[in-house]
């Protein structure tokens, strides 16, 4: 199963997702998008992804334990939901007008759109077992809920993006060991055989 840092690759895979169908147009570098917060006033980028939320599924089943190559076995993996928002720097630092920022909002609502799927083993070359896709679909919040995660940033809300990407499997660290069998005993009996008999 996925490791714990799928999270961190499933983000990276979306950044360059991002850097390689928009720029060096409608954003004139790939420096200009990148994993960041709101928050994040000291750099220039233009284009953003704030992972603001991770949510356990409760819906998804998994097999109970997972059976490691070796006398061992693994707790089952817990699948999240991972919350992202999608926003342009709209800071004066950027010195692009409204109809620019909207043009690479809508860009980039294109790309995520176009590309709906992830598949883990593409993230992960070393998974054992194969994973279902990551399904990547707008996020089904209100206006209230997202003026509250700019809020929550303490940053006024500006028009932006939300996505929902789930399941995102996380293996579990701990292993059961299993003790090997050593010796084995077996009991034998016949039923029914003489009734025939005179």
């Known amino acids: 199963?996925?490791?714990?840092?799928?999270?961190?690759?499933?983000?990276?895979?979306?950044?360059?997702?991002?850097?390689?169908?928009m720029c060096p147009e409608p954003v004139p570098a790939e420096s200009k998008?990148?994993?960041?917060?709101?928050?994040?006033?000291?750099?220039?980028?233009?284009?953003?992804?704030?992972?603001?939320?991770?949510?356990?599924?409760g819906q998804v089943t998994f097999p109970s334990l997972t059976v490691l190559g070796?006398?061992?076995?693994?707790?089952?993996?817990?699948?999240?939901?991972?919350?992202?928002m999608v926003f342009v720097n709209g800071s004066g630092k950027t010195g692009l007008k409204s109809s620019d920022l909207?043009?690479?909002?809508?860009?980039?609502?294109?790309?995520?759109?176009?590309?709906?799927?992830?598949?883990?083993?593409?993230?992960?070359?070393?998974?054992e077992i194969d994973e279902p896709s990551i399904a990547?679909?707008?996020?089904?919040?209100?206006?209230?809920?997202?003026?509250?995660?700019?809020?929550?940033?303490n940053k006024p809300y500006q028009v932006?993006?939300?996505?929902?990407?789930?399941p995102v499997f996380i293996s579990s660290g701990v292993t059961i060991d299993i003790p090997r069998v050593t010796e084995a005993a077996f009991d034998v009996q016949v039923t029914g055989g003489d009734r025939n008999r005179q």
Not at 1 to 21: C, E, G
């Open 1 to 21: 199963m996925a490791d714990y840092t799928i999270i961190s690759d499933i983000s990276s895979h979306v950044v360059k997702l991002l850097r390689k169908n």
């Open 33 to 57: 998008i990148d994993i960041c917060s709101p928050t994040d006033e000291e750099t220039d980028y233009i284009l953003g992804l704030y992972l603001y939320d991770i949510r356990e599924e």
């Open 70 to 84: 070796k006398p061992g076995v693994k707790q089952p993996p817990r699948p999240y939901a991972l919350y992202y």
């Open 102 to 127: 909207q043009k690479i909002i809508g860009r980039a609502a294109q790309i995520i759109t176009d590309h709906n799927r992830i598949v883990p083993s593409e993230l992960q070359s070393r998974l």
């Open 136 to 153: 990547v679909a707008q996020a089904k919040i209100t206006l209230e809920e997202k003026f509250r995660v700019w809020q929550a940033v």
């Open 160 to 166: 932006s993006l939300f996505y929902r990407m789930a």
